[in-house]
């Protein structure tokens, strides 16, 4: 069977609506905030080798590794064809394909006419996998044993029966049971979605049309991302930038990028980086890959579907027990920290390749912040939330404030939802003037965000970077602010370490977190005089030495170097 170009489109469109569906599954059925609020999770589906040919519009530093998860699981754990197409696989182990236990893998084949045509695939970070800190997110974990339940590559269905035993082990070791397997329930839902549209679609093309057509959309990505690397110039383009530390040396922890430019084709060599962390902060290539692949992507100016035809030009190489490919037992709950930073130096590499496209730095880390609240009664609740900060400015453009980017997609958390759910009252919640960096075009706004305190105590957990070392500018752009995170007691503030488990909180405590503004890009003394002037009518710069906010409702007020609060000037 042959396909023209019009059909080839119409099985695509299919696929990707098909991922889609699981994705709307997902946020209507599911149970935690950080699932349907937050929207931390991903769907896919994948050729019937394992390949990521169509997914939904989630979050890239999924999207990117699900492939090389379900390939490790066909590869190492699982014989296809011992795996039904009524068996459901799930694994959250990180030395097994997964990225840190939170994040909950599950797939399924899709069968026709006796043949496998598809696999489909749903990931969720869910919000607690046990291990020494509420949320699982534990900063100071020195291996991967003490971050939680690790499931090892096992078939949470087989035959289409639930595995009974299976399932009650993840709830007895989790601290939030009927939250984490109700989104767990949800993922399951999803992928007989999925199944069923590909079904569908297989129905009327045949199991080898379905095959071929798998085969096109991968071969017109990658020829697509061959035409769109060819356009820039060969050269190597190097780049570097450092993470605050791993929560417990306080050494400062090198990324480094060398961009090979050659022909078709793009190496990108990451040995330069760092050894492997005692810290949380690890990565393996399969999380590490994905930011590679999601910059490269975002760079080209060509219009391709996402998928894994788009990596195959791409090379990477690592240095075995590095930060970036590091050996088991190391801890990874915080690995994100090292994807984002690492987008950034990519960012910052094809700059000097195509210095008119690139943005500067964005905020370029999860400033991930768990609450558990204790009641009188002994109730335990547990909220994660993972703030962002601003973008960075663009040739020809302000960064954007306060927005998700790089290896993010998420939402954030109504304030009404956390009130209604919990004992914690959001105080302050809004934009931080002056934290975007200088430049002919201004890095876009951080924020700031205060949560108090309202049950008898509680426990906080930070897991957070970019205190150290701000986002860079570009093209003569200044960078963007630091982070910052207190504990405000009786009007006191007390800085809390970026990176922290266990501080104990009060009723009537307030932690206070300010994020990074992106970096700017260009000269600040070339910015258009019409638009420095809007940003002093939108309140978006402040007076030397204090630390502005911007509060939902309009109301502007500005922070002395003192900590009081004197109102706009």
């Given at each position: 069977?042959?396909?023209?170009?019009?059909?080839?489109?119409?099985?695509?469109?299919?696929?990707?609506?098909?991922?889609?569906?699981?994705d709307?599954?997902?946020?209507?059925?599911?149970?935690?905030?950080?699932?349907?609020?937050?929207?931390?999770?991903?769907?896919?589906?994948?050729?019937?080798?394992?390949?990521?040919?169509?997914?939904?519009?989630?979050?890239?530093?999924?999207?990117?590794?699900m492939?090389?998860?379900?390939?490790?699981?066909?590869?190492?754990?699982?014989?296809?064809?011992?795996?039904?197409?009524?068996?459901v696989v799930?694994?959250?182990?990180?030395?097994?394909?997964?990225?840190?236990l939170?994040?909950?893998?599950?797939?399924?084949?899709?069968?026709?006419?006796?043949?496998?045509?598809?696999?489909?695939?749903?990931?969720?970070?869910?919000?607690?996998?046990?291990?020494?800190a509420?949320?699982?997110?534990?900063?100071?974990?020195?291996?991967?044993?003490?971050?939680?339940?690790?499931?090892?590559?096992?078939?949470?269905?087989?035959?289409?029966?639930?595995?009974?035993?299976?399932?009650?082990?993840?709830?007895?070791?989790?601290?939030?049971p009927?939250?984490?397997?109700?989104?767990?329930?949800?993922?399951?839902?999803?992928?007989?979605?999925?199944?069923?549209?590909?079904?569908?679609?297989a129905?009327?093309?045949?199991?080898?049309?379905?095959?071929?057509?798998?085969?096109?959309?991968?071969?017109?990505?990658?020829?697509?991302?061959?035409?769109?690397?060819?356009?820039?110039?060969?050269?190597?383009?190097?780049?570097?930038?450092?993470?605050?530390?791993?929560?417990?040396?306080?050494?400062?922890?090198?990324?480094?990028?060398?961009?090979?430019?050659?022909?078709?084709?793009?190496?990108?060599?990451?040995?330069?980086?760092?050894d492997?962390?005692?810290?949380?902060?690890?990565?393996?290539?399969?999380?590490?890959?994905?930011?590679?692949?999601?910059?490269?992507?975002?760079?080209?100016?060509?219009?391709?579907?996402?998928?894994?035809?788009?990596?195959?030009?791409?090379?990477?190489?690592?240095?075995?027990?590095?930060?970036?490919?590091?050996?088991?037992?190391?801890?990874?709950?915080?690995?994100?920290?090292?994807?984002?930073?690492?987008?950034?130096?990519?960012?910052?590499?094809?700059?000097?390749?195509?210095?008119?496209?690139?943005?500067?730095?964005?905020?370029?880390?999860?400033?991930?912040?768990?609450?558990?609240?204790?009641?009188?009664?002994?109730?335990?609740?547990?909220?994660?939330?993972?703030?962002?900060?601003?973008?960075?400015?663009?040739?020809?453009?302000?960064?954007?404030?306060?927005?998700?980017?790089?290896?993010?997609?998420?939402?954030?958390?109504?304030?009404?939802?956390?009130?209604?759910?919990?004992?914690?009252?959001?105080?302050?919640?809004?934009?931080?003037?002056?934290?975007?960096?200088?430049g002919?075009?201004r890095?876009?706004?951080?924020?700031?965000?205060?949560?108090?305190?309202?049950?008898?105590?509680?426990?906080?957990?930070?897991?957070?970077?970019?205190?150290?070392?701000?986002?860079?500018?570009?093209?003569?752009?200044?960078?963007?602010?630091?982070?910052?995170?207190?504990?405000?007691?009786?009007?006191?503030?007390?800085?809390?370490?970026?990176?922290?488990?266990?501080?104990?909180?009060?009723?009537?405590?307030?932690?206070?977190?300010?994020?990074?503004?992106?970096?700017?890009?260009?000269?600040?003394?070339?910015?258009?005089?019409?638009?420095?002037?809007?940003?002093?009518?939108?309140?978006?710069?402040?007076?030397?030495?204090?630390?502005?906010?911007?509060?939902?409702?309009?109301?502007?007020?500005?922070?002395?170097?003192?900590?009081?609060?004197?109102?706009?000037?």
């Amino acid at each position: 069977m042959t396909f023209g170009p019009i059909e080839i489109e119409v099985i695509r469109n299919a696929l990707t609506a098909a991922a889609a569906e699981m994705d709307i599954t997902i946020w209507r059925t599911s149970r935690s905030t950080i699932v349907r609020e937050l929207l931390d999770y991903s769907t896919a589906v994948f050729d019937a080798e394992g390949n990521n040919v169509a997914q939904s519009a989630r979050i890239p530093q999924h999207l990117n590794s699900m492939g090389a998860a379900l390939r490790t699981l066909l590869d190492r754990f699982v014989v296809a064809d011992e795996w039904g197409p009524d068996d459901v696989v799930a694994t959250n182990d990180p030395y097994c394909g997964a990225q840190h236990l939170n994040d909950v893998l599950v797939f399924k084949p899709v069968m026709h006419e006796g043949r496998r045509v598809a696999y489909v695939g749903a990931l969720c970070h869910h919000i607690d996998m046990g291990g020494m800190a509420p949320g699982s997110y534990a900063a100071t974990a020195t291996e991967v044993f003490q971050e939680g339940l690790r499931i090892p590559p096992l078939k949470l269905i087989e035959n289409g029966r639930l595995n009974r035993a299976v399932w009650e082990m993840i709830g007895q070791n989790v601290r939030k049971p009927a939250l984490m397997l109700g989104d767990l329930q949800s993922q399951l839902a999803s992928l007989d979605v999925g199944a069923a549209s590909i079904r569908r679609l297989a129905q009327r093309y045949g199991a080898a049309g379905i095959t071929e057509a798998t085969a096109r959309i991968l071969d017109m990505s990658e020829a697509a991302m061959r035409a769109a690397i060819r356009a820039m110039p060969d050269g190597r383009y190097e780049f570097e930038d450092f993470l605050d530390d791993d929560g417990i040396s306080g050494e400062p922890v090198r990324l480094h990028a060398a961009v090979t430019v050659q022909g078709d084709e793009i190496v990108v060599d990451l040995t330069g980086c760092a050894d492997q962390q005692r810290g949380p902060i690890n990565c393996t290539p399969a999380m590490s890959n994905c930011a590679v692949y999601y910059a490269i992507i975002a760079a080209t100016d060509g219009a391709m579907p996402a998928n894994a035809g788009c990596y195959r030009p791409i090379r990477i190489t690592h240095r075995e027990g590095s930060v970036t490919n590091c050996r088991a037992p190391a801890s990874v709950a915080h690995r994100v920290a090292v994807s984002h930073r690492l987008a950034n130096v990519m960012f910052g590499c094809l700059h000097r390749a195509l210095p008119d496209r690139m943005p500067a730095a964005y905020y370029g880390g999860s400033y991930v912040a768990t609450f558990q609240t204790e009641g009188a009664d002994g109730s335990r609740e547990v909220l994660v939330e993972i703030e962002i900060g601003g973008t960075g400015a663009a040739p020809g453009k302000d960064g954007v404030n306060a927005w998700s980017f790089g290896m993010h997609n998420n939402a954030n958390i109504p304030v009404e939802m956390i009130e209604s759910q919990m004992p914690l009252t959001i105080t302050r919640y809004g934009l931080l003037p002056g934290s975007g960096g200088a430049g002919a075009f201004r890095g876009g706004l951080g924020l700031f965000r205060e949560w108090r305190v309202d049950s008898p105590a509680g426990v906080f957990t930070a897991n957070m970077d970019r205190f150290r070392f701000p986002p860079y500018g570009l093209a003569g752009g200044g960078p963007g602010s630091l982070g910052r995170l207190v504990r405000i007691r009786d009007g006191v503030e007390t800085p809390i370490a970026p990176k922290s488990d266990g501080v104990r909180l009060r009723q009537g405590d307030i932690v206070r977190l300010e994020t990074s503004g992106g970096g700017g890009f260009g000269d600040p003394v070339a910015r258009n005089a019409a638009a420095a002037a809007r940003d002093r009518e939108l309140g978006y710069v402040a007076p030397d030495g204090a630390r502005g906010y911007i509060a939902p409702d309009g109301a502007r007020g500005y922070i002395a170097p003192d900590g009081a609060r004197p109102g706009v000037p």
